[in-house]
């Protein structure tokens, strides 16, 4: 028989968290409310300071905008670090946040992330453990609920404040026509496969007079930055945006209308229409106060789609009755313990199958850290420990390169040999389309 693994009481897990005296400010509202905008004021007033991005590009967009304005920033991603002498804060992902530092006031971004059945377990262990006196949740009503009781249950404080949007949305009924002929200045089209991205982007530049910049994921950073800051610079041709879901929270660009190239996108799995929740989202990035159009669009490129795009931008925000968990590595150990002869991806899976979870929390689902650890099956001399730290490692599984370098990378380290990634990201920005096609060629 084996005994299940205890998950339950996660608050109990962060003692120091627990010792001090927090208080929660919950800035829940809609999209394009100033939410983010208000808790990052009290951000750079404080002394030391972490604000946690569900995005890389919107970790990127805070630590330029808080240099900007003279607070010292440092930003750090699973891909990036750029360390700025003497800054007290930091603009991070929220996987990055540590738990073990003091600080006066943390911003935990998109908290209604928190419920994401992958990365959820990110935004539960910043809110239960960051050690900050002070903690903003920015994000929709859909969790308000559930962090009430999690703040009962750690004995935080709670304050709630309730924004309402700037402007309205407007849903252009006309669409696109099925034709991209009809972009305008100030369109994004958003499409969910880079193909498709690229079809747009060469479809617009062939048969219209607009430019276009593209954004996605897999763009290394310094390409990204500079693709969407072409693309919010009025003073040259590049008047359209052609991006992924990667531009679809929190952040502020000049777009004036949001373009669904489609509404289904593939899950790793099969092709599934896009939740409500990221229409809404995605659609919230038109309009933006401060930006060159303050009055936001949207429509569909197809006519068929149009009705799936109203249904969801009506649809109101479904409460959340669970969030996100994962073990640390000491609870997997301990559970381990139990075992023998068993590969660390089984021993995953058994203990998926064997946890007590408080009604509050159900466990991240980790297909993408049981690929990683099958394929570090083969590297022998690996601790329980590493394997677990190497399957977290920040690589995009279904890029090969990638998985091959982090591969290399872990056979070098297990035979105690010089690590080195071969794999460096370019330093430069893409220079033609080619590069940005193909950033790692
Ligand atoms: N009081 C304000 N004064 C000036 N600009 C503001 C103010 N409040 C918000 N803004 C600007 O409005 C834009 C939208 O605000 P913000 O990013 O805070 O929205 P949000 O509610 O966080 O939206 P989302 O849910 O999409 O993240 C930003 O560019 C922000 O700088
Ligand atoms: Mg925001």
């Not at 928190?114 to 377990?121: C, K, N």
């Not at 910043?126 to 999690?150: Q, T």
């Amino acid at each position: 028989m084996i005994e299940s693994a205890d998950l339950t009481k996660p608050d109990t897990w962060f003692p120091f968290a627990r010792a001090m005296k927090r208080k929660i400010i919950y800035h829940c509202g809609p999209t394009n409310s100033g939410k983010t905008y208000n808790a990052l004021q009290r951000y750079m007033e404080a002394k030391k300071g972490i604000y946690c991005s569900p995005l890389r590009l919107l970790a990127m967009e805070v630590f330029d905008k808080v240099n900007a304005l003279g607070v010292y920033c440092s930003l750090l991603t699973g891909q990036e670090k750029k360390h700025v002498p003497f800054s007290n804060h930091v603009a991070c992902t929220v996987e990055m946040v540590s738990t073990d530092e003091l600080y006066d006031v943390a911003v935990i971004d998109e908290i209604q992330m928190i419920a994401d059945p992958f990365r959820g377990y990110a935004w539960t262990r910043a809110l239960l453990g960051l050690e900050a006196d002070e903690i903003h949740l920015c994000g929709d009503p859909s969790v308000l609920n559930i962090v009430r009781k999690i703040c009962s249950e750690t004995g935080d404080e709670l304050v709630e404040n309730h924004y309402e949007r700037f402007k309205p949305l407007v849903v252009e009924a006309k669409t696109l026509l099925g034709d991209l002929k009809n972009v305008r200045s100030g369109d994004c089209v958003v499409a969910f496969s880079r193909r498709e991205i690229f079809e747009v982007k060469l479809a617009i530049e062939k048969h219209t007079n607009h430019r276009c910049c593209v954004v996605y994921g897999a763009l290394p950073p310094e390409t990204r930055r500079q693709q969407a800051n072409l693309f919010n610079d009025p003073d040259n041709d590049y008047d359209v945006l052609v991006a992924s879901d990667a531009v679809g929270m929190g952040l502020n660009l000049n777009i004036r209308r949001i373009v669904f190239y489609s509404l289904s996108k593939y899950n790793g799995d099969k092709i599934v229409p896009v939740p409500a929740s990221q229409v809404k989202q995605i659609a919230g990035r038109a309009g933006r106060r401060g930006s060159l159009y303050p009055d936001g669009l949207t429509t569909t490129l197809h006519l068929d789609d149009l009705d799936y795009l109203i249904e969801c931008l009506k649809q109101p925000f479904e409460e959340v009755k669970k969030v996100g968990l994962f073990p640390f590595f000491e609870q997997v150990e301990l559970f381990a313990g139990q075992l023998s002869n068993v590969t660390f991806c089984q021993l995953l899976e058994k203990f998926g199958e064997n946890c007590r979870l408080d009604g509050s929390y159900f466990l991240c689902r980790h297909d993408h850290i049981k690929k990683i650890a099958n394929m570090l099956e083969k590297v022998p001399g690996l601790s329980l420990e590493d394997r677990f730290n190497f399957c977290f490692a920040p690589v995009n599984i279904r890029d090969p390169k990638a998985m091959y370098h982090l591969l290399r990378f872990a056979s070098s380290y297990s035979q105690n040999l010089p690590v080195s990634i071969a794999m460096g990201v370019p330093k430069g920005s893409a220079r033609n389309d080619s590069e940005l096609l193909d950033p790692r060629d």
